[in-house]
């Protein structure tokens, strides 16, 4: 039940243009909506009628604390009355700088995507903002907002997207709310933000207000604010030419060298094609599934080895391509495939980081790089050769934000496919890859031999993540409770042939902001520097998700080419035997292994 007061009507927006239509008839635009006629100076009808109201919720919403990244619920959930509102609310509320300031706005196009676009809107103008900025469509990629928020000295942005989730009516919905630096914000601000949701006893909306228009870039009255529709792909599309030599990935896509690229039905469609296609001169039809769909097509738009299959067995299973890759819903995850070759995260960012100078934007060299915990320490090994400082963040982009801003890092990266730079604050799928083709336009080497290059100079880092999807909550937490008990009492255990010597509950402090989080993973460190970590997933919807990471290092003088499952197999059975995975979940094997 919700009561509605009306709190004043809004002050009628001074005239920004005026465009005569008909003037014969003396029919000019409406000064608020500009798409009604009415009479020289006047507002029309809904225009008139825009009120602020303060709409009263009976009780607060006590599920909205915000995960990994961004509140992520089932679509259903969104769609309950006043959900969106209440979390926007309460951003509005915490953000600094909303009232007079500019704020980006936009979604990977899922299900849900424009009614929320002018929700926020809405709301937005009834809380002061003075400038909303979102695209054609209202889609907009996680990296490309991260660009616009910097680019536009905005406050920051509403990112809609429940990133790699299933989208449509019975998938998943999703906000993340980004600071002005254009990065996830904090956990000191997503904790703040749901401080407000627990209390929260209602929020303010324009209402009466013309539908937005998002079809055409343009410019638009919402009340007092402006809503600027831009393009969404063009200022993305001018930052990567910046950062890449395009004239010599154009060179190697116009010769012998065919890739493909899947887009997943999700929002990184226009920007490859756009890219790849338009300008760097790749045939049509290498962007694969290039145009966003509400629900990705029915699928999980995920760029990893079970729901990219199509793409992996295109690139593993035929020499059809040269080079493969694909984003995940919102563009900022990437999966690297070769010529039967699959590049693992971890190793990318470890390629990258010993590649960089022949990227234009990279090519004074680095400053540092980082890695969250569970991501393996390829990069590490490479950043020790160059004499690079490197750091170990918990899960989750946010926590590469402090490094970034003070200018400790250039490059970061996560195992789960996310690789970015200091060019924006936010991992960055599109970038991954055209860093990937200024790397072998320059090296002229199949994929392959760059990686068997890489392992003979640097060693190599066996590595996999087991995700068991969906589990019931209490098995997995109960799981996880249980091994987290029996840590203190594992040190100088016996554990797959080796000894573990650290058994820990992984924990970190910021070293520019001095603040701890702690509770991010549980760590069995081997005295062979082997380690096994078990995490509960921050971004599922259904259930529990456990995550189970797997790395042993091999030196340049090792057994350099061996089937990681293989190579890890004592690992996995040994944790299995540990934490009781198999009986604890009812699965025998995970659901998803990379
Ligand atoms: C997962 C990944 C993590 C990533 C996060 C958001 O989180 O493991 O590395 O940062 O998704 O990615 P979790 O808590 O489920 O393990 V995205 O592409 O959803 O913004
Ligand atoms: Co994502």
Not at 237 to 260: E, S
Not at 392 to 403: A, D, I, Q
Not at 549 to 558: C, H, I, R
Request: aromatic share 6%.
């Amino acid at each position: 039940m919700t009561a509605i007061a009306l709190i004043g009507r809004i002050q009628a927006p001074q005239p920004i243009q005026q465009t005569r239509l008909n003037p014969s008839q003396g029919e000019w635009d409406c000064q608020n909506c500009w798409r009604v006629r009415v009479n020289l100076g006047a507002l029309c009808v809904r225009s008139m009628a825009a009120t602020v109201q303060q709409i009263s919720l009976s009780s607060p919403f006590a599920d909205q604390k915000p995960g990994t990244s961004g509140l992520r619920k089932s679509s259903k959930q969104f769609e309950t009355p006043h959900y969106l509102e209440s979390f926007i609310e309460s951003s509005l509320r915490v953000l600094p700088g909303v009232a007079g300031g500019t704020l980006v706005v936009g979604g990977d196009g899922r299900y849900g995507n424009r009614r929320a676009i002018g929700v926020i809107a809405r709301m937005a103008a009834a809380h002061g903002v003075a400038r909303l900025i979102t695209t054609t469509g209202g889609i907009l990629s996680t990296p490309a907002a991260s660009h616009l928020i910097r680019q536009n000295g905005a406050i920051g942005g509403v990112i809609l997207s429940a990133s790699h989730n299933p989208g449509g009516p019975e998938g998943d919905f999703g906000v993340k709310i980004n600071g002005a630096n254009g990065g996830p914000t904090p956990e000191s601000i997503t904790d703040a933000i749901f401080a407000v949701t627990q209390t929260l006893d209602g929020y303010r909306i324009l209402e009466g207000t013309p539908e937005l228009a998002l079809d055409q870039p343009g410019s638009q009255q919402l009340s007092a604010m402006t809503v600027e529709v831009v393009d969404g792909v063009e200022a993305y599309v001018a930052l990567m030419q910046k950062l890449f030599d395009f004239d010599a990935i154009g060179d190697l896509l116009r010769g012998d060298f065919p890739i493909a690229f899947d887009a997943m039905h999700a929002v990184t469609g226009p920007y490859a094609t756009r890219i790849l296609e338009g300008l760097l001169g790749a045939p049509a039809g290498t962007v694969r599934n290039g145009t966003p769909l509400e629900d990705f097509g029915g699928g999980h738009p995920d760029p990893n080895l079970t729901y990219a299959h199509e793409l992996a067995e295109l690139l593993l299973g035929s020499d059809a391509y040269r080079f493969g890759a694909a984003c995940d819903g919102d563009g900022d995850r990437n999966m690297i495939l070769g010529q039967r070759c699959f590049v693992n995260p971890s190793d990318s960012l470890a390629v990258l980081t010993a590649n960089a100078t022949l990227a234009p934007g990279y090519a004074d060299g680095l400053a540092g790089v980082a890695r969250s915990m569970p991501t393996s320490a390829a990069a590490d090994v490479v950043a020790k050769d160059l004499g690079l400082p490197c750091y170990e963040t918990p899960t989750g982009w946010k926590f590469f934000g402090n490094l970034l801003d003070a200018g400790r890092i250039t490059l970061c990266g996560e195992e789960s496919f996310g690789t970015g730079s200091n060019h924006i604050r936010e991992k960055d799928g599109l970038w991954a890859v055209l860093f990937w083709l200024n790397i072998l336009a320059r090296r002229r080497e199949p994929v392959a031999q760059i990686m068997a290059e890489h392992w003979n100079r640097f060693g190599r880092h066996y590595y996999s993540r087991h995700d068991y999807e969906a589990i019931a909550s209490e098995a997995a937490h109960g799981l996880y409770k249980r091994v987290q008990e029996m840590q203190p009492a594992l040190v100088g255990q016996a554990f797959a042939g080796r000894t573990i010597a650290t058994a820990d509950d992984f924990a970190y402090t910021d070293p520019v902001d001095g603040s701890l989080t702690s509770g991010q993973g549980l760590r069995l460190l081997l005295d062979d520097g082997s380690r096994v970590v078990l995490r509960l997933s921050g971004t599922g919807t259904q259930g529990a998700t456990l995550r189970v990471y797997l790395e042993s290092y091999v030196p340049p003088s090792g057994n350099l080419s061996q089937d990681p499952q293989a190579a890890l197999g004592d690992l996995i059975t040994a944790i299995d035997g540990l934490a009781e995975i198999k009986t604890r979940t009812g699965m025998d094997r995970p659901t998803v292994i990379t």
